[in-house]
């Protein structure tokens, strides 16, 4: 009598380890605060961050894309703030999250991790220095909100088409290649250096739309990339420029505990989800997070304006993109 081998097992040990020592190291320093009253205080951070770090985890937008906007328009904290926390929590649920992938062998694209988080560092770096003094959050966020939402749009009518070929990898591989990704990487970095999150979904809109990369490739690729960015992002603000503020510091400490949980459990449900699933899903964060901004933002004319040029320009943007796809691109 034969019977059918099953696949090994995977046991994530390096997330196990990281788990542990998180958890450990939270739980000693917790306990030798004199007054940890602020955790209960911090409730709606950490409600916020429930879904916000599983989100993170299942799909191209980082935890910040929740989290920023409610910390800012609705828990009413500062917009610097709510960055820098969302660097130092990303450098928590994210690092699990990829840990997570990595110990599951959950297929990744290297070269587009590679290449896009090279120029990553040097938009972070210079978006930091250089463009967030000059721009409105506000603004900033209808601009984003748009864009993503245009790029929603697209790739929903790409995925309508009967068998859309999608592929594993960018191959061939070409110098071209490099260059592409890395400036969409630098691009992404900037865009990050104002919200802590954003470089993942920018180059997600690339790789999906452009060289029609598989979403259940893409995701986790892009959270891997996120996971680097923000924890040059947490350096950056926590040991150069000194601006970690004791209310980013209060507001990490009491979501560290769920973001260790929830970020590697939305990066497990997508290893169990078919392509379209995750696609769909994606539809559905970029929606919500479109009608929650003009729900909570009330923007004015102007503003209203600004997001239906975005969205019209985005339109055409990767309807563009989705029309000179990549060709000579084979599954691997």
């Known amino acids: ?37 602020f955790l209960a205080r911090r409730w709606a951070a950490s409600l916020t961050m429930v879904f916000g770090s599983f989100i993170a985890g299942s799909s191209p937008e980082g935890s910040a894309a929740i989290s920023y906007p409610i910390f800012t328009l609705l828990l009413k904290i500062p917009p610097p703030v709510a960055r820098n926390f969302s660097f130092a929590i990303q450098s928590i649920g994210m690092t699990s999250a990829s840990l ?17 988080t090279l120029g990553g560092v040097f938009g972070l770096i210079f978006g930091t220095y250089y463009v967030v003094p000059l721009v409105s959050p506000v603004m900033a966020k209808l601009f984003f909100v748009s864009l993503w939402l245009s790029f929603g749009i697209t790739l929903w009518r790409e995925n309508r088409r ?7 990898s960018i191959t061939p591989f070409l110098p071209v290649d490099k260059r592409r990704l890395a400036l969409f990487g630098i691009v992404g970095g ?13 180059t997600f809109c690339l790789v999906t739309i452009y060289y029609r990369l598989n979403e259940k490739v893409a995701t986790p690729s892009s959270v891997i990339i996120m996971t680097i960015e923000t924890l040059l992002g947490f350096f950056l603000h926590a040991q150069v420029l000194h601006d970690f503020s004791q209310e980013s510091f209060e507001l990490w400490l009491a979501c560290v505990p769920i973001v ?12 169990k989800l078919p392509r379209e699933s995750i696609a769909r899903l994606l539809y559905v964060i970029l929606f919500v997070q479109f009608i929650g901004a003009m729900v ?19 339109l055409g943007l990767f309807a563009l993109l989705a029309r000179s796809q990549r060709t000579g691109t084979a599954a691997s």
């Open 1 to 37: 009598m034969t019977t059918s081998a099953r696949p090994a097992r995977r046991i994530p040990i390096l997330y196990i380890l990281f788990l542990i020592s998180v958890l450990s190291g939270w739980i000693y320093y917790i306990s030798s605060l004199p007054d940890i009253s």
């Open 100 to 116: 997570l992938i990595l110990g599951l062998r959950v297929r990744v694209d290297w070269n587009y991790i590679r290449y896009v």
């Open 162 to 168: 009967p068998q859309r070929e999608v592929h594993d």
């Open 190 to 202: 900037v865009i990050s250096s104002i919200f802590g999150t954003g470089i993942n979904i920018f």
């Open 260 to 271: 260790v949980f929830f970020a590697p459990l939305g990066a497990f449900v997508i290893t």
């Open 296 to 314: 909570v933002i009330k923007p004015s004319l102007p503003q209203l304006l600004l997001c239906a040029c975005t969205l019209g320009g985005g």
